[in-house]
């Protein structure tokens, strides 16, 4: 799989995870990792986080860390990823 076709992936598998989760529950970047990468998931890491960035960015989803709203880009350790309230 090439990086666009990757991120696609990452972003999708944060979309569909948080379409299975009640409103306001969160996901670990790590399970889009392991839905696109059972076996590789670690080494998906970093694009995970850079996936759920870019969604942040675009206003889909929050990025938290102890549940305050964070820059992944910036957030050293464990986040979250929620959907935006509407």
């Known amino acids: 799989m090439d990086d666009a076709g990757l991120e696609r992936a990452l972003e999708r598998a944060i979309d569909v995870l948080l379409d ?3 409103p ?3 996901i670990c970047p ?3 990792a392991r839905a696109v990468d059972p076996e590789g998931w670690r080494a998906l890491m970093p694009e995970a986080r ?3 960035g870019r969604l942040a960015a675009r206003g889909v989803v929050e990025v938290t860390q102890g549940g305050t ?3 992944v880009a910036a957030a050293r350790g464990p986040v979250r990823v929620r ?3 509407r």
Do not use: K
């Open 24 to 26: 306001g529950a969160t």
């Open 69 to 71: 709203v964070v820059d």
């Open 30 to 32: 790590s399970e889009a």
């Open 20 to 22: 299975a989760r009640a």
């Open 83 to 85: 959907r935006v309230s």
């Open 50 to 52: 850079a996936a759920a």
